[in-house]
């Protein structure tokens, strides 16, 4: 299975925010793959191998980003824990928004046709959630957003894919070639069955470790670097940020002496009632 | 918040402000890596430390192995990391390429490691450990050990331990008494008891290779006599692994380090324990240097470590726990409370943390470094420098962190107050497993011994003075930029003053007095040590000061940087004058004390 997995690098959610002026300081940022996408990236691993030990693959995975030279740190963390190629698209992150970034990766799934878009459910720094639905309107494919568990079936033709939803978990059979988007159980040790992986086997929960081997094997493995030019996708913005701030500092609690004073402050103060 | 376990900023600031970590690959040794892969290196490290390692140490902790049947039950936790820690190839990655390595840095690895070990140091002792015991067979042992051994160690497949210790042989392994009688089929059959050894026996691998000191049949006594053996617990018998006649005899409860078995181990209770010599007979002693040094800098490691998660607890606990009101608005109840992280005696204590923390940090990587150039520059005369100062730093990088690092893990506890007493907070089990490594790979005593006995006075004092080149540099650098120049003035003295005493004891050594010359040899490693420390202060906040003045990166982190200088600087680099007029005066309260005055 041929399988193009996106990556988006965020900051660190960790870090605490900085703003300069009105607009959020990233200079001091550490960058890091967006979670979700690194569990993309988990999945399409464990559907082209065999889970056996050394593993034997079948198929190939591309991990390809949109973002500044910086990108090919993310990407070539991707490389290390197993993908076979990346590409990087020449890119700020500030002249990007959800259109143009699904506009050129249809470009790229037009030009490498591959047999399925792996992407992570959202990016975690604006929870955007709206490039893998985008992208599979664009191509006219079907999707499975949300997913936590996928399963190959019809000999590789389809997937079973199971969907977080609010009332549970909706099993839907998308035929291939199709965009889905992933959630966070989808690392789970046995959220993914490929047919050719034994039924038992487990992987340990999360997406994997990249090793020392792994990461010198990335150091060879080649990214291709595009333009949005070059790809023919218009930059013209279609979203644009016009200030970001802080949230309201949480004003301390009080402590109230009885039930009482509760309903006359919900009226007064808080002017709920 | 969650406990960074150590802070990425140092460990970046360390490799790539202060050391150049990348310059490394400009060794043909290292030319295959760069910043990217030192990288994405330590971003496993962390992640994995993070992640999987932290969560499990308190539940290892609480609850150690078990002596079942005479063999060691580890923790069910440890067959959920050990695969994955083997996945990561950390046990070689300092190794060449032709051993099965990933030829990285010791830099990068050393500074990697340290995450491993603050998540959980049994976990990154084991790996340590079988490193180290791999690293020996591949330096001095056959090609069939090699194969045999060494390979499946450097693969995780079995692990590696030190057996040195004998219940009347510790610090003095001289007096060792395990025998190894030749067979005359290639081997040799080993007999005798072993203490505390680490990792003796658990049931995680097939198979454990103890690389075991042992005296040879009529070989004289002493050090001369001593020959290093590779012994497995099980043998090869055609295809099929035998019991190779390695029992445990009892398993020591420890305070601290409790995730992790320390054995009494039985060689050749029935006659048939085989044992395979590494290196030449009676070169045992010499050849397990290379694993003790090695291990000498692990433990200062750990010192780091185990100090650096137990200061992130305290700062992180610090900023949340409220208590109290500024002195100004003290009697004003009506105020609320403040984090205790207000109030300045508790900024004391945290900064000297810090102090002792990244001050740790930089003797380690500075360590480091010295061994990646004694082993890979280009000219002999660079290799052998970096060899007299890494021999030299060694005994200081084996103790200060694990001195000062147990005074930094009883801060942190101080700084949780009644709760760091209590074992629902993790702070006192750093506490005592910090108390460790002042014990094993040699005493601080021992090292004091050996820093003052050997190391310092060595080649005519030769360490000594290229510590005083390095320092020299610092300084004028220092100068250069205006940082702390009372400082650097107080360095300069106090390595003229310690090339003289040195020198003084030296003369009393060769006089005869072998006794006086060492009498002081506890303060002389604690004034060096101060002074080494001080040494990388001032290099850290030469860069700071410099990075500020550029207004580049993270200026926070450079403003915590020139605080702990200014306090370290302020508060030890002083007391060094004062260690070293004791040293000099040859005060002897506890030489003429009688065992009966006690
Ligand atoms: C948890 C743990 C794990 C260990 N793991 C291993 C292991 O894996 N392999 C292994 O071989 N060993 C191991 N050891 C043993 C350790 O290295 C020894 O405990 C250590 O070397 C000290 O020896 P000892 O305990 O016999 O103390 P002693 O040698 O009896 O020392 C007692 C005290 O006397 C002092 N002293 C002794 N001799 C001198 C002297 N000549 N001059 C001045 N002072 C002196 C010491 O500094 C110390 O304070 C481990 C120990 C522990 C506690």
């Not at chain 1, 693959?57 to 973002?67: F, N, P």
């Not at chain 2, 790996?127 to 090699?146: M, P, Q, R």
């Not at chain 2, 590779?230 to 029992?247: H, I, K």
Request: proline share 5%; glycine share 8%; net charge neutral.
């Amino acid at each position: 299975m041929k399988i193009l997995v996106t990556a988006k690098r965020i900051p660190d959610p960790g870090q605490k925010i900085k703003l300069k002026g009105n607009a959020l300081d990233l200079s001091a940022a550490n960058w890091q793959l967006n979670q979700f996408d690194e569990y993309a990236v988990e999945a399409a691993l464990r559907l082209t191998e065999d889970g056996a030990a050394p593993a034997t693959r079948q198929g190939a995975v591309t991990v390809a980003s949109l973002g500044p030279a910086d990108v090919q740190q993310q990407l070539r963390s991707a490389l290390a824990m197993g993908a076979d190629k990346a590409i990087r698209v020449e890119a700020k992150d500030e002249e990007l928004d959800a259109v143009i970034v699904a506009k050129t990766l249809e470009k790229l799934v037009r030009r490498d046709q591959p047999d399925l878009v792996l992407m992570g459910k959202l990016a975690a720094d604006n929870e955007g959630n709206d490039v893998g639905q985008r992208l599979a309107a664009l191509l006219g494919w079907p999707q499975a957003t949300f997913a936590c568990s996928i399963q190959v079936v019809d000999g590789g033709k389809a997937l079973l894919v199971g969907r977080e939803v609010d009332n549970g978990v909706e099993i839907k059979k998308v035929r291939l070639p199709a965009v889905v988007t992933v959630d966070l159980r989808i690392i789970a040790p046995q959220a993914v069955k490929n047919g050719r992986t034994a039924a038992n086997f487990a992987y340990p929960e999360g997406p994997r470790y990249a090793s020392l081997k792994g990461i010198r094997a990335a150091k060879d493995k080649p990214i291709e670097a595009l333009t949005l030019s070059g790809l023919g996708v218009s930059t013209a913005l279609q979203v644009k940020t016009h200030g970001s701030e802080l949230p309201p500092a949480r004003q301390a609690g009080k402590k109230i002496a009885s039930v009482h004073e509760l309903v006359e402050k919900l009226r007064s103060e808080a002017k709920v009632l | 918040m969650v406990n960074p376990l150590i802070s990425d900023r140092d460990v970046d600031f360390l490799l790539y402000e202060v050391f150049d970590a990348p310059a490394l690959c400009s060794l043909p040794a290292f030319a295959d890596h760069g910043r990217p892969t030192f990288d994405l290196v330590l971003q496993n490290s962390r992640r994995f430390a993070r992640e999987v390692l932290f969560p499990t140490y308190k539940a290892m902790d609480a609850e150690p192995p078990r002596l079942e049947n005479g063999r060691i039950v580890l923790h069910p936790l440890w067959h959920k990391i050990y695969p994955q820690l083997v996945a990561l190839d950390v046990i070689a990655a300092s190794r060449p390429y032709a051993a099965g390595g990933q030829q990285l840095p010791l830099l990068v690895t050393t500074l990697a490691s340290t995450y491993l070990m603050a998540g959980n140091l049994n976990a990154a002792g084991l790996v340590g450990l079988t490193a180290g015991a791999a690293h020996l067979i591949e330096e001095f042992g056959s090609d069939a050990l090699k194969q045999d051994f060494m390979a499946r160690m450097y693969r995780g497949e079995w692990t590696g331990t030190m057996a040195l210790t004998e219940p009347q042989a510790g610090s003095s392994l001289a007096d060792l008494k395990t025998r190894a009688t030749p067979t005359g089929e290639g081997h040799y059959r080993i007999k005798g008891s072993k203490i505390f050894i680490s990792a003796g026996d658990h049931n995680l691998t097939d198979n454990i290779v103890h690389m075991t000191l042992a005296r040879i049949d009529g070989a004289p006594a002493g050090i001369k006599g001593i020959s290093l053996f590779a012994v497995p617990t099980r043998r090869w018998q055609g295809s099929t692994l035998v019991d190779n006649d390695v029992a445990v005899a009892g398993m020591i409860h420890k305070i601290g380090w409790r995730g992790g078995p320390s054995l009494a181990l039985e060689f050749g209770e029935r006659d048939d324990c085989h044992g395979w010599l590494v290196g030449e007979p009676g070169r045992g002693l010499s050849c397990m240097f290379q694993m003790m040094n090695e291990a000498r800098i692990m433990v200062g490691a750990n010192g780091v470590s185990t100090a650096s998660v137990a200061y992130h607890q305290a700062v992180l606990y610090a900023r949340e726990r409220l208590q109290g009101r500024p002195p100004s608005v003290k009697a004003d109840a009506s105020r609320p409370p403040v984090p205790i992280i207000e109030h300045a005696d508790v900024r004391r204590m945290l900064l000297r943390q810090k102090a002792i923390v990244d001050g740790g940090l930089a003797l380690l990587a500075v360590t480091a470094l010295q061994r990646d150039l004694a082993g890979h520059s280009t000219t002999q005369h660079e290799r052998h420098r970096a060899g007299l100062l890494l021999d030299l730093l060694t005994p200081i990088t084996k103790t200060f962190p694990a001195e000062r690092g147990f005074e930094a893990n009883a801060l942190s506890l101080q700084v949780h107050g009644g709760y760091g007493y209590s074992s629902e907070f993790l702070p006192e089990a750093w506490l005592r497993d910090q108390k460790l490594n002042s014990i094993h790979e040699g005493t601080t005593g021992i090292q004091g011994l050996d820093l003052l006995g050997r190391k310092a006075v060595a080649d005519g004092g030769a360490a000594l003075s290229i510590l005083t080149e390095e320092i020299e540099q610092a300084v004028q650098k220092a100068s250069a930029a205006g940082v702390f120049p009372a400082a650097c003035t107080r360095l300069r003295e106090a390595m003229a003053r310690i090339a003289e005493l040195t020198m003084q004891l030296a003369q009393k050594g060769l006089a005869g007095d072998v006794e006086g010359m060492l009498l002081h040899s506890a303060d002389y490693l604690e004034l060096l040590s101060i002074v080494v420390v001080s040494w990388l202060w001032l290099q850290q906040a030469t860069v700071a000061t410099q990075q500020l003045g550029q207004d580049q990166g993270d200026a926070d982190s450079y403003q915590g940087k020139l605080c702990a200088a200014q306090y370290w600087l302020a508060t030890e680099l002083p007391r060094v004058s004062h260690l070293i007029d004791l040293c000099r005066s040859g005060e002897d309260s506890y030489a003429r004390m009688q065992p009966a005055w006690f």
